[in-house]
């Protein structure tokens, strides 16, 4: 059973029935559910992922001290603590008296303070403009399971919407990456003969076409040893899973370093394709750097299009 079924299932048998007994009065305040950092939070832990943090357990949000106070907190503490320390064969982990649990009584502030830098997920431009997919991702993504106030499912799709200056600023300047290091600097690194740096710009052009591929399908690259995984379920480019993986495991000789030119050349077409689907670019060639700035000019606010294109880099 995946982590996050888990995590259900044990609110289900037990969390629920103790919130329903124990706090009647703070169900209308808190929330359920299981988020953050963790592979079970996006559905891809399996059993080597048991080694650690793994257990039956979810989080219960609290809003601010003035609907949930710090008595109430330290009660709920004690009740999360009190559940089965076993559940479907799986032992639950003891809980840190200083923090840093992944589940239990979590303030709402202090997860979206941690995540996002903001409390309540209202990001500034700048905030939007440097915060990284990773921590995005793991501010909204897993699953819900009840949420007295909405305040946590509100939040949470706030942070899921970014704005769409902001987006192209951030693909201008993957695309522009992509272009230096792919279809520019591989071919030239392999010409002096430096594999070693040919493959690091390798490493450079599929790190940023992940990050393409997420913006373009509207959703947060989530940390980079699930970036792989998380491609192969978007609805764009997923396709090109494979060609990504090859140009990075295979080596740099003089017959692999053409075919690896033109494995570059089919993801950097597949993403023009893309981008012209879906209106972001009036550059008409298979030229990235000029797509970047074609990108990077349709931006409506001036203050983000005048900064560097490589701002969110």
């Not at 303030?107 to 409390?119: H, I, Y």
């Not at 991702?137 to 970014?162: H, P, Q, W």
């Not at 970036?227 to 003089?254: I, Q, V, W």
């Amino acid at each position: 059973m995946k982590g996050l079924e888990l995590s259900k299932e044990f609110y289900l048998r037990h969390g629920e029935e103790m919130l329903k007994k124990s706090f009647p009065e703070l169900l209308p305040h808190i929330a359920v559910g299981l988020c953050g950092s963790g592979s079970e939070c996006l559905g891809y832990d399996d059993e080597v992922s048991e080694d650690h943090d793994f257990e039956p357990g979810f989080c219960i949000f609290l809003p601010g001290e003035d609907k949930v106070d710090r008595k109430a907190e330290f009660r709920l503490e004690r009740a999360y603590a009190s559940m089965p320390k076993e559940f479907m064969g799986c032992k639950r982990l003891p809980v840190s008296p200083v923090g840093g649990n992944r589940h239990g009584v979590i303030r709402l502030e202090r997860f979206f303070t941690e995540k996002t830098g903001t409390p309540d997920g209202s990001l500034t431009l700048e905030q939007w403009l440097r915060l990284p997919q990773y921590a995005l991702c793991e501010a909204t993504n897993g699953e819900i399971f009840y949420d007295g106030s909405g305040i946590l499912s509100s939040v949470r799709e706030k942070l899921s919407n970014m704005p769409e200056d902001v987006r192209r600023k951030r693909i201008a300047g993957a695309l522009l990456i992509m272009a230096q290091s792919g279809q520019y600097n591989y071919s030239r690194c392999i010409k002096h003969g430096e594999t070693a740096a040919a493959q690091l710009a390798v490493f450079e052009f599929i790190n940023a076409f992940l990050k393409t591929a997420f913006l373009l399908c509207r959703r947060y690259m989530p940390y980079y040893k699930w970036a792989f995984r998380a491609l192969s379920e978007l609805p764009l480019l997923s396709e090109y899973r494979d060609t990504a993986e090859l140009l990075l495991t295979t080596e740099n000789g003089a017959d692999m370093a053409e075919t690896k030119y033109y494995l570059i050349e089919d993801i950097s077409s597949a993403v023009i394709t893309a981008l012209q689907d879906q209106g972001l670019t009036e550059a008409i060639c298979g030229d990235l750097e000029k797509h970047a700035y074609s990108v990077n000019d349709g931006i409506k606010d001036p203050t983000v299009r005048n900064l560097n294109i490589l701002a969110t880099e």
